[in-house]
């Protein structure tokens, strides 16, 4: 050893190991962009993790989606009542998601934070940001990824009940072409949903790099935001404060189940649900529930632009 | 070792408060807390007389259901939860101190910090709206000051027990506390024997009947029930923690 | 992954074990394992330790801050015995008395200074001159100008030792340390070593893991060599080197005429290779002590003056490598 070490060694030498550079084309912004919103919509839906991340996105998508796919397995039981008249109870496009709507906002929760915190937790934005994809980009594909996700747990039951619908007629193709004008409004309410729960939750989530506080704080801004304003205006109500109606416009669920009725033209929301002021239309709360879209992306580009990387 | 486990008691609630306090998420407790009193006010603004409303609609509906669950699971889980997961546990744990006694310390720190901001939540929108109310109001203050005192040890002793077997307890809390005592209890009424807000109300009840028909619980059931909860986490806590193990890591 | 065929496993392999002192052994393991699932983390070890200062070595993954943790009493063993100061330490909390830990995780709470951390050690201990105590442990470790500020404003090194300082605020009879020395600049390492050497000095006994083989063998000569979770040598590196048989020894030597001096060393069984190189003299031999009888006659026969011989592999770098790739 010592002595072998002694014999003199040329000054330096550089080797090739066939290392080569890249000479090749190289996709831009929107490619990385894209690259990202991919990998976000995987990742909410917990593939390439490990089972259990995706437990909880399964279960709560089976779990949104169960009410409706009951009522195609008992779609022969439901279709006497239906040609008898009685079928009030049932689950229709326009109603769906009033009724349900907890589930989606639980689908949020768990996943919300998935998306953007860890990020932040592991301090690997910088990987991120000194690539092509800037900040703005980040948000955006992390936000259409969520969107995207909500849309498709959404989606899902209104498919079920379109397939149930046409099931529960003996001539399909007709059963189709009848059906397809009632479901085609669930489309865009579905979007403007997905689109608003998206925005809220990835903006109140991006500002904690822990997940659990970011559940806890995005529960409670749902739960509270319901009550808060509802409360305010009964007690409004007798007090005769008539700026108190606007307020129902601010809780994120309830107007965007009355949103949704605006879509289908009816009043099932703000006419049936008690605590709503009759004075709002369905409209106010669309143009409601798109300001706020407006002003949660807002939040959440605020927040790219200032976290430290 | 007994004295000296009694005397470790207040020094290590002290560094449990200390670990607590001074975080965005003290701000953001705060921030809640403030919600009752924000509607005691607007109560107060608009006159309203309505003592059982604001009992029900405001103390009940935001401060027992929400408030109270939010700042117990936040407290009783980082009681120790931090400390479990940086290994700083060790430090608590590699002392002649009897493990009952680190348990009764983490308790008393997230209790008291968790009946702090609930009750003084509750006592300043009671003062706003219902004291003035007269007797009726009064009470019912009392009675929700006491279901947030109850509710305080029984959300903070369960949480801090679920954070001793998993890494996950905030979430699993929130569960309990959505799923468990929300929806499953209006579908399934027997569910109100293990339901902590059950307890909180049902103790409410000795001081001042509730006009709503949330409680389903008599005191006399309530109270020993909450008992029970606390002696029985308390023990487990207390078990779970002699047979704490720290693995050897990347070694 | 190193492919261990253990020598015999017997409870008193036929090593140097540290001479325990006139008392028990403090720290006493038999056959102690510990396994999660299918993987054995540590594996039917067995050592007594007593007063003064042993490193505990071994490649990352061989098993030590398994088992200092089990000497701890934060892990229990899935067989065997651990006994420290005679008790088991996971299941008698008061034996904590006598222990003074120090964990490699370097997290300790930010937003004590680091004397109230000392202090909340202390006060945990039972001490009743806790402000008293803490002043001096902080003293021993050399924080004193730092000790009224946050533990979080510490450096690396500084934090370390607030953590050892912590440690022996009560000054415990037995000191653990998972590498203590990390993080810390040569000057604090070595004041560490001469802190660790006067607490062994009086009678300490002090158990420290580490892979930087130059800071163990400053500290001290005994030696706890883990491998794969088995304990591969134990005692003083020396005496261990002596009885690694089957590797030949490597001396090198300078002289005045290394060609004679060759010849005259190759005439000798005990001798069975020789490379000379520019200006030294390299031997490999089987026995040690036989060579060096032969050395100086030869030399003297031979009529060649010796500069330097020198053992060129008894470090503990060498014998650790030959350990571990056993």
């Known amino acids: 050893m010592s002595a072998q070490n002694r014999a003199a060694v040329p000054a330096g030498n550089i080797y090739d190991l066939g290392y080569r550079h890249y000479e090749g084309k190289r996709h831009g912004r929107w490619y990385a962009a894209w690259s990202l919103y991919v990998e976000s919509v995987r990742s909410v839906w917990g593939f390439g993790r490990p089972m259990t991340a995706k437990a909880a996105p399964f279960i709560l998508l089976g779990l949104y989606a169960f009410p409706a796919l009951i009522q195609i397995a008992f779609s022969s039981a439901i279709s006497q009542s239906v040609a008898e008249g009685q079928a009030t109870g049932l689950f229709a496009y326009d109603n769906y998601y009033a009724r349900v709507s907890i589930l989606v906002v639980l689908f949020c929760v768990a996943q919300a934070p998935e998306l953007v915190c860890r990020d932040q937790r592991y301090h690997v934005l910088p990987l991120y940001f000194t690539r092509a994809l800037g900040r703005i980009d980040y948000a955006f594909a992390r936000l259409a990824a969520l969107a995207t996700a909500l849309f498709i747990v959404l989606a899902v039951p209104m498919i079920a009940i379109f397939i149930g619908d046409v099931l529960m007629k003996p001539d399909t193709l007709q059963a189709v072409g009848d059906e397809w004008p009632r479901a085609l409004p669930a489309i865009p309410a579905c979007a403007l949903a997905a689109v608003s729960l998206a925005s809220i939750s990835l903006a109140l989530s991006a500002f904690s790099p822990r997940r659990a506080y970011a559940a806890i704080g995005l529960i409670a801004y749902f739960l509270l935001m319901e009550i808060v304003p509802v409360v305010i205006y009964s007690v409004g109500r007798q007090a005769d404060w008539t700026w108190a109606d606007k307020l129902a416009l601010l809780t994120p669920n309830t107007a965007l189940a009355a949103a949704t009725d605006w879509f289908f033209g009816v009043g099932l929301v703000t006419q049936g649900a008690e605590g709503l002021p009759p004075t709002l239309g369905s409209d106010a709360y669309v143009v409601a529930v798109l300001a706020s879209v407006v002003v949660f992306v807002g939040i959440l580009l605020f927040r790219y632009r200032r976290v430290q990387a | 070792m007994f004295a000296r486990s009694v005397a470790a008691i207040p020094e290590i609630g002290q560094i449990t408060l200390r670990q607590l306090l001074g975080r965005r998420r003290t701000i953001l407790l705060l921030l809640l807390s403030a919600v009752p009193v924000l509607l005691a006010v607007v109560f107060w603004a608009a006159r309203v007389a309505d003592v059982s409303g604001f009992a029900s609609g405001v103390l009940d509906a935001v401060g027992v259901t929400l408030l109270l669950p939010i700042v117990a699971v936040l407290f009783g889980t980082a009681a120790f939860g931090a400390e479990i997961e940086d290994g700083t546990v060790i430090y608590l744990l590699a002392k002649p101190i009897s493990r009952w006694a680190v348990v009764v310390a983490k308790l008393i720190g997230a209790t008291g910090m968790t009946a702090f901001l609930t009750i003084a939540s509750v006592f300043v929108s009671g003062a706003i709206v219902l004291a003035p109310l007269g007797e009726d109001g009064a009470a019912a203050t009392r009675a929700f000051v006491a279901a947030m005192a109850v509710g305080s040890i029984c959300y903070v002793s369960l949480f801090l027990v679920l954070s001793l077997f998993t890494r996950r307890a905030l979430l699993i809390g929130l569960v309990y506390v959505l799923v468990w005592e929300g929806a499953l209890s209006s579908l399934l009424p027997g569910i109100a024997n293990l339901s902590i807000r059950q307890y909180s109300l049902g103790v409410a009840n000795a001081f001042w009947q509730m006009k709503s028909n949330e409680a389903h619980l008599s005191p006399s059931t309530a109270l020993p029930l909450a008992v029970i909860l606390v002696v029985v986490t308390f023990f487990i806590a207390t078990w779970r923690l002699t047979r704490f193990e720290l693995p050897g890591g990347t070694d | ?326």
């Open chain 3, 1 to 326: 992954m190193t492919a261990q065929i253990a020598p015999d496993p017997a409870p008193d392999q036929n090593a140097v074990a540290p001479s325990p002192g006139p008392s028990a052994p403090t720290i006493e393991l038999v056959d102690a394992a510990r396994w999660y699932g299918n993987v054995v983390a540590v594996n039917d070890v067995s050592f007594s330790l007593g007063p003064g200062v042993t490193g505990l070595l071994g490649p990352n993954g061989a098993g030590k801050t398994t088992l200092l943790h089990m000497l701890a009493g934060f892990l229990v063993p899935s067989a065997g015995t651990v006994l420290v100061m005679g008790r088991s330490p996971s299941r008698d909390p008061s034996v904590y008395r006598q222990i003074g830990l120090v964990p490699e995780r370097e997290s300790v709470y930010p937003f004590l200074t680091g004397f109230e951390y000392v202090r909340f050690n202390a006060r945990l201990q039972g001490l009743h001159n806790a402000d008293l105590a803490s002043r001096d442990a902080i003293h021993r470790v050399g924080l004193d100008d730092a000790m009224d500020r946050p533990i979080g404003t510490y450096s690396k090194g500084m934090r370390q030792r607030a953590k050892v300082a912590g440690a022996l605020v009560h000054d415990p009879q037995i000191l653990l340390l998972d590498e203590p020395f990390n993080g810390m600049d040569p000057r604090q390492r070595m004041a560490m070593m001469d802190l660790l050497g006067q607490m062994a000095a009086a009678g300490r006994t002090i158990l420290f893991s580490s892979h930087i083989l130059e800071e163990v063998e400053r500290v001290g000569t005994e030696i706890l060599v883990m491998v794969a979770g088995r304990l591969a040598a134990s005692g003083d590196y020396r005496a261990i080197r002596a009885l690694m048989t089957d590797r030949p020894h490597m001396i090198t030597i300078r002289s005045s005429d290394d060609r004679r001096l060759a010849t005259a060393l190759m005439a000798d069984p005990a001798v069975f290779a020789v490379e000379l190189g520019k200006d030294l003299l390299s031997v490999r031999t089987a026995h040690l002590s036989t060579f060096r009888r032969l050395i100086a006659g030869a030399s003297r026969s031979a009529g060649v003056r010796l500069f330097e011989v020198v053992s060129a592999d008894e470090s503990l770098e060498s014998v650790f490598d030959y350990l571990v790739r056993r």
